[in-house]
């Protein structure tokens, strides 16, 4: 736990125990003696001082340098987020979420948009009346062609549970 301690923090720029004391940690391997102090009481203010006005900078500087790091996270992050906008009556097909087998397929469907959500949340629905509450990344558009032989794909398979009654979907809020 020591040495977690004494480690500089990438964000912030400080260890632990600087940002907490004020001074930096020696590990064993690496303290050296001072000698002998002579004068305890000039040390003790010297401490003092350096508790005072040093410590209040460092902490700041520190919490600065992890809101930086924060946002420099959040930018590299949202630019590989994708904003999925289908329409009610889209055709979309779905990612299978269980483990796959090597060469299995990857999607099925196709199923069609019967509501959308707050929050990028959908109601999808297969040709037998099936219904699942999905969230959008997990789903991409169909694109259907003349040449296309279509698959026909099993009934739609719901972790949460199935939706036969529009009824029911209509007090839904994700």
Sequence with gaps: MLVLRTMKNKSTGYSPAEMLYGIQMEIPST???????????????????????????????????????????EVRYN???????????????KLIEYEQAKLERVWEGPYKVENRLDKGTYIISDQFGNRDLVHGDILKQYNTSTYM?????????????????????????A
Aim: aromatic content about 8%; proline content about 4%; hydrophobic content about 30%.
């Design 31 to 73: 303290w050296k003696p001072n000698g002998t102090n002579e004068n305890e009481e000039e040390e003790f203010k010297n401490r003092i001082q350096l508790i005072k006005e040093d410590l209040p900078q460092i902490r700041e500087l520190g919490i600065k340098g992890s809101v930086k790091a924060k946002k420099y996270d």
């Design 79 to 93: 630019r590989k987020v994708e904003i999925y906008n289908f329409k009610i009556g889209d055709f979309v097909l």
């Design 149 to 173: 032989i279509p698959e026909v794909t099993t009934t739609l398979k719901s972790k949460l549970r199935r939706f036969r009654q529009k009824a029911q979907d209509e007090g839904i809020h």
